[in-house]
């Protein structure tokens, strides 16, 4: 009588579990999803190009030793202008208030923010022309335009002088 029971019990097992099975193949439990979606965000931070503005205009002086010293200010920028709309040359002039002891300057300036005579510029074949009484530090290009970084030569303090034109083939960069 036990493998009586036992038959019967296999047989009632089976026939539950096949019950569920429909047609399509799928079983009695069906995979569920959720009726909603999470929403996502994300960020990035930019670091490659050139996409970058001088928040302030900066400069740093360094000593007779080499040495960064303290308390240089950008007391100004002006410039004076002469030509004709697209082929204009402009005198442009940093000003610093630098320590005593100072040798050279480096600096970090925008150059929108000087000031002068002059008629509309427009930026994007301007150069620096030769004769500038700095060098380009940091990769500085003139690509990099209105925004200039350099670092003037020795003993041009308290101002440096540089010429931009608006185009022409006879630059520094």
């Known amino acids: ?14 026939i539950v579990c096949t019950a ?14 959720a009726a909603w979606t999470d929403r996502t965000s994300a960020s ?3 670091t490659a190009g050139t996409w970058s503005t001088a928040s302030t205009n900066t400069c740093t002086a360094y000593g007779y030793d080499g ?12 410039y004076s202008g002469w030509g004709d709309p697209g082929k204009q040359t402009r005198n442009y002039y940093i000003n610093f208030q630098t320590p ?10 925008d150059v929108t923010t000087a000031t002068g005579s002059g008629g509309s510029w427009t930026w994007k074949n301007a ?3 030769a ?17 200039v970084i350099g ?6 303090i308290p101002s440096i002088y540089f010429q931009v034109a608006e185009s022409g083939a006879s630059t520094t960069c």
């Open 1 to 14: 009588m036990r493998s009586g029971r036992f038959a019967a019990l296999a047989l009632a097992l089976a």
């Open 131 to 147: 004769g500038a009484q700095f060098t380009a530090r940091g990769g500085w290009t003139c690509a990099q335009l209105p925004r």
């Open 100 to 109: 005593a002891g100072t040798r050279s300057v480096s600096f970090d300036v």
């Open 151 to 156: 670092t003037g030569a020795d003993w041009q």
């Open 127 to 129: 150069k620096v022309l």
């Open 67 to 78: 040495k960064a010293l303290t308390g240089c200010k950008v007391s100004g920028i002006t």
């Open 44 to 46: 990035a931070t930019v």
């Open 20 to 33: 569920g099975i429909v047609p399509s193949g799928r079983g009695l439990i069906e995979s569920t999803s």
